[in-house]
């Protein structure tokens, strides 16, 4: 059991069958430590892979992705929601539907962010119906880089998200899956029922 | 003159008078090298202030405020703008004015992330008006904790935030200060006209 999967059977709060909250640690107060540690986890499993960017969005995406390109030691970049008076130049732009937030916004990373050819690590906290992922997908296909890997925090395995990606090829490698959270326990995928 | 310095005139693309676009490194594209001097920078400063938190606000100061943590090995919280569906506790919320942006949003933090007598370093990638600084500065009040420093990456020290929070005691270090955007020249405080 790696220090992430831990950490959801410690900390991690049930709201009801469908969501845990993981905001002590991973997406409002951050652990630091356990962010260090999802880098090098990260890292090892993607290391050959020669990725030279890696791309994230806003906001829980950042803080993780920042640490993710230290250890690849390759530039960060995170998709702005929206768009503010200062990013007026040309963007790739994708539409996100948003459950947590019931609200559809727009990915945006400027052009020359995103080369032709790039090897692209897609980074993010949580994984459910993968939409913020496929906004990121379609925008690293826009620039004609490839996606060579997808690295997810906490995979919630009872939404279709991670099925819909691995089933396309994509190399999804998931820190922490959890596969139900029922009669407030949390199983994950692998691990028997705590 | 430090890391910042050197990268805000060597690759900021000036806008106006008034504006400057550092997203090459700073808020859009991350370089992640500068990103860590940075947590350096300012733990060098603030190290003997015995913090014990770290404060920033979505989305920018994310990334930076993380790795700052990673200095002071201490967790990092950030203020959340507007709620979403997984944040109905218990918030200290404060409103904030943003001028980018032009639009009003909420800060919220939830309240079990703010202890009375913690001592903070507040964290952020930009300082103009300071509106988003006030807001992180009434939620540390609200909830009797101390801010002990603030920390900026760049400060547009022709605008009237800074010297707001100097006037009131705060312990304000900004990496590099920005006296003026004239005729396509960045002056830096202390620094002659490059």
Known sequence: MNLVEQKVLDEAVI???????????????????????????????????????IITCEASGIGIAVVVAHYFNV?????????????????????????????????????????????????????ANAEATRGLIDIVNQAKASVVGIGIVIEKGFQPGGQWLRDRGYDLHSLCIIDSIKNSQIKLRNESVI
Chains 1, 2 share one sequence.
């Open 15 to 53: 709201v009801d069958d469908h969501i845990i909250l993981v905001d002590s640690f991973l997406n409002h107060q951050m652990d630091v430590e356990l962010i260090f540690e999802i880098g090098k986890l990260f890292h090892d499993y993607f290391k050959e892979h020669q990725i030279n960017r």
């Open 75 to 127: 530039p960060m970049v995170f998709a702005k929601k929206n768009k503010s008076l200062n990013l007026k130049d040309d963007l790739y732009t994708s539409k996100v539907f948003s459950y947590t937030k019931q609200s559809t916004s727009s990915f945006n990373i400027k052009k020359e962010f995103v080369n032709e050819g790039d090897r692209v690590l897609i980074i993010d906290d949580f994984l």
